[in-house]
């Protein structure tokens, strides 16, 4: 007999249902999120299980990398998907929750999330971390620069150790401010330290993978946005088209159609937030400050002049991206093409 089950997950507790090939309830019980206490209630509730299911959310990796380990069958269910199929429900609860979890994988109307790998993993944590640290030194320097520009003192742009020093010469010792920013800068100088250890960090990651490598001859991807394609994506197999990649990365508009009603919105802005955010700062520079020919600028300065720069922007961020898993499936190179005479 198959068993089905559906786990709903949270940091002390995970509620547990098992039900049969008919949808009837065989087992419902919380046991603590430990790996131990839920592999050995699974293997005595349900040692027939022929899927065992759950939410994406913060723990998911963890789980289905470990329950993985003891070839247990388990699957990450997507969590929008799951939610519109558990909202129907009247009564909200985690019970319910796990007993509707284990009917999605029972009837198979689930959509499957794949979950990366242990290495991309942990270089994603480090590329988190790095732009956490960036955000941070922008508000600082923004921070700084607003307080000394209330007395009238302004300086041109500057990061790092030129920032400070440049601080440290309009404030001197005796200014009224001078012990309001002296933290704030001994905070910066310490951000700025740990950041050129992360940047350190991924381009040693970026030299010694052949496929970074070959991302990063795209022009205006650089390592960081290289590496956090890479390590993002991590499996382009999982993708049966190039140009799904956009859709999945949050590039495409929305559509609303209903009867004579047939609306294109904005980008829907799902997916990765931070290698959206890079591959829109690579349109941006490949338009500006690209000074090489390319095929793929010459295409987005004549998209530009036609809908208007902005607009252009996030196209060629998904162009980018479609190009981008193009290369790495391939194993090519970025061919710059040739101008085409006047």
């Known amino acids: 007999m198959k068993q089905y089950v559906g786990l709903d997950v949270s940091q002390k507790e995970t509620s547990v249902c098992v039900v049969d090939e008919g949808g009837q309830v065989l087992f419902e019980r919380k046991a603590k999120s430990d790996l131990g206490a839920l592999t050995a209630l699974l293997h005595k509730r349900a040692p027939q299980a022929e899927r065992i299911g759950f939410e994406t959310g913060a723990m998911a990796s963890w789980l289905w990398h470990e329950l993985r380990r003891v070839d247990l069958p388990v699957v990450c269910i997507d969590a929008r998907h799951a939610h519109a199929a558990l909202s129907v429900r009247m009564n ?4 319910n929750d796990a007993r509707g979890l284990a ?32 955000s941070m030194r922008r508000d600082i320097e ?9 007395y009238g003192l302004l300086f041109p742009r500057a990061i790092g150790q030129q920032f400070r020093n440049q601080v440290g010469e309009l404030l001197g010792d005796n200014h009224p401010l001078f012990s309001v920013i002296s933290p704030l800068l001994s905070i910066h100088e310490h951000v700025c330290q740990q950041q050129n250890k992360f940047d350190d960090e991924v381009r040693r990651l970026a030299k010694a993978d052949e496929t970074t490598r070959r991302l990063m001859t795209v022009p205006a991807v650089g390592v960081v946005t290289a590496l956090t394609f890479r390590h993002t994506i991590d499996d382009p197999s999982r993708f049966r088209s190039a140009l799904t990649v956009g859709a999945y990365l949050g590039l495409t508009p ?19 937030r ?10 941006t520079v490949l338009l500006y400050r ?25 196209a060629i961020a998904r162009k980018i991206a479609v190009i981008l898993h193009c290369i790495w499936v391939d194993g090519t190179s970025f061919d710059w093409g040739q101008p085409q005479p006047v």
């Open 142 to 150: 923004n921070q700084v620069r607003s307080l000394i520009k209330e």
């Open 254 to 272: 929305r559509r609303n159609q209903s009867g004579e009603t047939d609306i294109n919105g904005r980008i829907s802005r799902w997916g990765d």
């Open 290 to 314: 690209t000074k090489k020919w390319s095929s793929l600028k010459a295409w987005g300065m004549k998209l530009a002049k036609r809908i208007g720069m902005r607009k252009a922007k996030v």
């Open 92 to 95: 909200k609860s985690d019970q």
């Open 103 to 134: 009917e999605l994988v029972r009837v198979g109307w689930y959509r499957e999330v794949k979950v990366k790998s242990a290495e991309s993993q942990k270089v994603r944590a480090i590329l988190v971390a790095r732009s956490r640290l960036v």
């Open 274 to 283: 931070l290698l959206r955010t890079y591959l829109f700062e690579a349109a």
